[in-house]
């Protein structure tokens, strides 16, 4: 079975532009998670999505936005990207509605210049 | 909301010996406990994780024990390895009617010394 993917895997985006990262979780599971994690810190939840709806929210700006599409996958939206977006972005996939069991994508590595 | 706390930032230790990372964590309601390794350049991988209705959880040389009434958890390692060499991270979720969170510790720099 393949794991999380990830798309892209890096990304050079310029201040004030948009993004748009995406996420397929393992075959079976329903509920996506995104996180950003900057350098040196641990992963920080930016949402969670269970069969489409959005499950949890993190501290962050109105700027991110995600949705899940009835195959399960997932599309992280950033706008306005500011310097301090650069990050790693990473989705994490797992079986029903709660937190457990997540498994990690191998993120994509997003950099505002 | 969920905060969580990890201690301590960096460890290093002999081939062989033992290391024992700690979480302390705010929120009474949490009942999920993971504990994820990142090595560099990687994603974090989940390793071992507790449940709040079990004291201790063993998986070969790791080990989690979790304390509901002080509020925290500890992963251990025994006879670490090289291998073993890389940053730890404990998670706590706060799950709602309103909405889900998952909290992370700020994670543990691990070197095992040859």
């Known amino acids: 079975d393949a794991g999380v993917t990830q798309s892209p895997t890096h990304l050079i985006k310029t201040r004030g532009q948009h993004v748009t990262l995406r996420c397929s979780p393992i075959?079976?599971?329903?509920?996506v998670s995104w996180y950003q994690q900057v350098l040196g810190q641990g992963p920080q939840f930016i949402f969670q999505?269970?069969?489409?709806?959005?499950?949890g929210r993190g501290n962050f700006p109105d700027r991110f936005s995600a949705r899940q599409f009835p195959n399960y996958s997932s599309e992280l939206n950033v706008n306005a990207l500011l310097l301090g977006d650069s990050a790693l972005y990473l989705c994490?996939?797992?079986?029903?509605?709660?937190?457990?069991?997540?498994?990690f994508g191998p993120g994509t590595r997003l950099t505002v210049t | 909301g969920e905060n969580v706390e990890q201690h301590p930032s960096t460890l290093s230790v002999q081939e062989g010996d033992s290391a024992v990372i700690k979480c302390t964590y705010s929120?009474?309601?949490?009942?999920?406990f993971p504990w994820y390794k990142q090595e560099l350049g990687k994603r974090p991988q989940l390793i071992i994780d507790?449940?709040?209705?079990?004291g201790e959880k063993k998986d070969q040389r790791i080990a989690v024990t979790l304390n509901k009434t002080a509020k925290h958890f500890s992963l251990h390692i025994t006879e670490t390895q090289p291998e073993d060499s890389a940053v730890y991270f404990c998670?706590?979720?706060?799950?709602?009617?309103?909405?889900?969170?998952?909290?992370f510790g700020g994670g543990t720099r691990v070197l095992v010394k040859p």
């Open positions: 994490a996939s797992s079986l029903g509605q709660g937190l457990g069991e997540q498994y």
């Open positions: 075959s079976g599971h329903k509920s």
């Open positions: 999505y269970y069969e489409k709806e959005e499950r």
């Open positions: 929120d009474s309601a949490s009942n999920y």
């Open positions: 507790i449940r709040s209705n079990v």
């Open positions: 998670a706590a979720p706060q799950e709602y009617a309103a909405g889900n969170k998952l909290t």
